[in-house]
């Protein structure tokens, strides 16, 4: 444990890729939200407005997952690291700052809750499909799309270090294909109906708590990868 804590560390040591930057794009995005709500406002527009702009960490977290393995797992070989513990420590530190992200936003809903939008009737944090469940279970959904993200750019970034630019190249169209022969299954067998009832029969909660087991077995896949790869 205190080899895998060791790796939190590594990666903290620069605290721009795993903590500044998703709180500067956080606020940043609620800055320039607030901004237009104001000019809406303005307007004399009352009505609700949602940007749904705290997502926008969230995607960051895929450059991030990337950027945890390239930049700091060579240096953890040179340091005698082993491969798990380098995977257990970089997911933990994903964790820990997904976590702090997931609490910001309940917090921000909260807040957004009782002040009325900002006295605006401007929604940044809090989005009705995500809360119907209770802010608990908005923070768990916030939790698990930022780990999703990440995973991702940590799996693609194995499959570089492993098998290099073309193997990944390749397997990422591959994805895009099943992708989109999913999306024609869907479509000629006139099944969107039945997807739509479904999504939301599950809810955002629901449909996180599946969202933590794809993310279990994506980073399953990129630790098997990762034990094969070189610094």
């Known amino acids: ?32 939200s607030l901004l237009v709500y104001g000019i809406i406002a303005a307007a004399g527009v009352d009505g609700v407005k949602i940007s749904g702009g705290a997502q926008a960490p969230l995607w960051y977290f895929g450059v991030v997952g ?21 995977f257990t420590g970089t997911l933990l530190t994903a964790g820990i700052t997904a976590v702090v992200l997931s609490t910001i936003s309940v ?22 499909w995500l809360w119907e469940a209770g802010p608990v279970a908005a923070g768990v959904t916030s939790f698990a799309v930022a780990m999703f993200f990440f995973v991702i750019g940590f799996w693609a970034a194995t499959i570089f270090k492993r098998f290099g630019t073309l193997v990944l190249t390749v397997t990422l169209v591959g994805v ?44 399953s896949s990129s630790f098997l990868t990762l034990r094969r790869a070189t610094p």
């Open 1 to 32: 444990m205190n080899r895998t804590l060791n790796v939190v560390r590594l990666q903290l040591i620069n605290r721009q890729t795993f903590l500044w930057l998703p709180l500067i794009i956080l606020f940043g995005a609620l800055g320039l």
């Open 66 to 86: 990337a950027q945890a393995l390239t930049r700091t797992f060579p240096f953890s070989q040179a340091m005698s690291v082993t491969r798990r513990e380098f």
């Open 107 to 128: 917090i921000g809903g909260l807040v957004e809750q009782a002040t009325g939008g900002y006295g605006m009737n401007g929604y940044f944090f809090y989005m009705p």
């Open 176 to 219: 895009g294909l099943l992708l989109v022969a999913i999306i024609a299954l869907v479509t000629l067998t006139r099944s969107w109906p039945a997807v739509l009832e479904g999504g939301a029969a599950l809810g955002a909660f629901g449909m996180a708590l599946w969202g933590l087991v794809l993310i279990a077995a994506l980073a």
